[in-house]
């Protein structure tokens, strides 16, 4: 027995030394790995590439049929070649070049077929757009933050147009006056059941209230229609962590809130801002049935109880307007935290307390009326007029705060002087107002045709068609102000092409002759890329314009309660031809304007191609978050901006390597947003490389708020190195434009487009004049991308949480 026990013992010894050991080596070849990664994070790099406008494919962007997803889904992913999925394990196969690597985020604006749809909410995404046009303020001060809320109002006053623009198809061109018109009725049998017969009797339907809360359908499909499309984008777009979601210490730099940890994530006030909005349609489409009956309950001898229900019914409809106006006014942004609340309660209840309002609107409407019939039109002059004033109201006042705080941070690059976003949100009203004016009057057209059967849409409209004869009148004005001034541009950019090539025997010449045609080419080529700094100026003479010719129409609709051409009639016969040339040929710009915008959209929804370059206008558009309008687009930055944060992030503090953010366009945009929401550590040892580049010549001096001088300059400072290339063949790239030494540093002179004027060793046959595309043909490209890897330092990657040697306790260490 007791030798068994002393066996015993010896094998647990040697059991022990032999556990011992094996551990020793673990621990050994775990320090080894450790070793070997620190060694392959010298030698290991990564080129993270972000397409521009139009997108593209990982295929093209990588130069390989062969690429594989890495991570991410059908909607946006990082994708590598088949070669270099591995590649952090092989560091020596990529000595002195980089991994690249492909973020292809197209299909967040131009994915399937259902974008084309997003054409109708246009206006609202331009709305959205004035809310980040705002001017640099040194402080958050009261008046930013009224700047905030007159924006938020403009919004809300397109929601409230566009459904009263379906109420005044719905409710008052179809069920007022086509069905309560026998003729009408007669000639659409599919309001047989709702028409009155020559007698002005009918079935049950056909009582005025019940035609109208019938009709009232249509109007609240709408409204929740645009309540689905901004729960489901909420749902897949706002719903994006960023990496910034536990605190970040503070690096001492606030020039732009865009690295703020709350900037990316608008969830809370989207879905405030939907729930205001859906109340204020449906609230709408309430007023358009239940006032009509309420008017006629008012009539001298009217049912007096119908007449206090109805005075009861207004009230409540007053009320639940002035809620809304409450929960749009009282909450802005919150950017400085991640704000993680819904405000469930209100969410909820203030859409489903307007929806109870509009079923006892229907309820009330809907009562027995014996001797009540419809004639003429419902009163949409004064509901279209009121929103026309309103809205004009709301972009003087945007216009005189956004002077006041222009005037405090001052900075000529600013577009319009500090006014980009009230000409921005005149641009939107205006184009609100001829949308919903447009499918009016073709709605009218085909109800009746030119029988004269029905009155047809309020006067207003009419009044607001005839402005845009004039207003084109003013464009084309421009344009040939501005062919001129691209004539003038063209002529001095001949003479530089000829410096730029040394041609005419300048030293350095080639010994070529002088190609006129080619001269000819790249100089009108620079000078229509140069046309893009003109566009202050035709928006703001545009907006200006729309906006006195709007006043007018409104003036001319309010006073004569005519349309301009029986308005002008027994005046001058100048006038009255003007009049009624106006009228006609802006109701006929109307009715092609609304096919045109059918077909295009009929167009994207099939076509992949069409939809890619409707997808550019989204590109543009859709990278700011909704702040003023709920049913905007969505943000496909709140998407895009994390993805690449935490693509960033965790492969630099994993692998310790060298990282270039290389964007295109507005790549480039993406990429700067990212980089300021990385943490300050890892923003050290990251590269940029931007190349036709809209970041100063676009958004610098459009959005001064957020990518002014001081943004970019802060972020050239944050980031370990930046360059930018740029060509001035390119409509959209440019300079960055940083004041002092920093802009060398930044900016590479301007890039020769096309490469070699005429035939050389190198290229034989003639280069093409690239403009914004293939900056990657150029070989200055390459040359600054190894600058910059030459420039930063490698860290050292964290250690991976591993489980420590266990001793003959068995307990783990950790």
Known sequence: MARENLQNREDLENHADLQKHKDLQNHTSHENHQAHEARAADETALELLVHGVGG???????????????SGDETAAVFRRVDDVDAESRPEDYRGKPVPEAYVWCNLTSGNGSRALWLVLLPFMIVNLAHWMRPNALRKSGAVRFYGLLVRLA???LTVLFVAAACEVALDLTAWQCAGTAACGEQRTWLGFLAVDAHGDGGWWSQPGRRLALAALVPTALTALLWYLSHRTWSAYESHLPP????????????TALGKPGFWYGRRLVARLRAAHSAAGL??????????????????GGPVLLDILGRILVGALLVGAVVVIGVVAHRGRSENTLDVGLDRVLVRVLPYGALALLALSMLYAGWSRPGWSSSGRLPGDVTFGGIALVQGSLVVALAVVAKVIYGRAPDRRTALRGLGGPATAML??????????????????????????????PVLLSWQASVIPPLLVVIAALCAALAVRTARVKK???????????????????????????????????????????????????????????????????STGDVPGAAAEGTYSVVEGAADTAQALGSWLIGVGFI?????????????????????????????????HPFAPPCYAERAVPDLTWRMDTWTRTTGGRLVLSGHSQGSVLAAAAAWQLHPSVRKRVGLLTYGSPLERLYGRWFPAHFGPAALTSLHRQVDCWRNLHRRTDPIGGPIRLSGDCGPQVDHPALLDPLAYGRTEQHPLPAPILGHSDYQADPVFAEERGR????????LPQPRPEREPQGSSGRSSG
């Not at 205006?430 to 047809?456: E, F, N, P, Y």
């Not at 890619?612 to 700011?624: E, N, P």
């Not at 910059?788 to 860290?795: E, N, S």
């Open 283 to 300: 609230l709408t489409v309430a007023a358009a049935v239940g006032t009509a009956a309420a008017r006629h309950d008012r009539a001298p």
């Open 428 to 457: 939107a009203c205006a184009l609100g107002g001829v949308m919903t004016g447009g499918v009016a009057q073709r709605v009218a057209d085909w109800l009746d045709g030119t029988s004269g059967l029905i009155k047809g849409p």
């Open 56 to 70: 593209t494919t990982p295929q093209e962007m990588l130069d390989d049929p062969r690429t594989v997803r890495v």
């Open 244 to 255: 910034s979601h536990q605190p970040e210490p503070d690096d001492g730099d606030t020039s």
């Open 788 to 795: 910059l890897l030459a420039r930063l330092k490698p860290g």
């Open 596 to 628: 045109l915008f059918v077909t295009w959209g009929r167009r994207a929804y099939k076509d992949p191609s069409a939809r890619r370059t409707i997808g550019i206008l989204w590109d543009v558009g859709t990278f700011w978050p909704r702040a003023a």
């Open 492 to 558: 001095r950019e001949t003479a530089q092409v000829r410096i730029d090539y040394h041609l005419d025997g300048r030293p350095g010449a080639s010994g070529e002759p002088s190609d006129e045609a080619r001269t000819d080419r790249i100089a009108g080529t620079r000078a229509r890329a140069a046309l893009t700094d003109r566009a202050p100026l035709m928006i703001g003479v545009i907006s200006s314009v729309t906006l006195l010719l709007g006043a007018l129409a409104v003036a001319g609709a309010w």
């Open 155 to 157: 919004g809300l006053t």
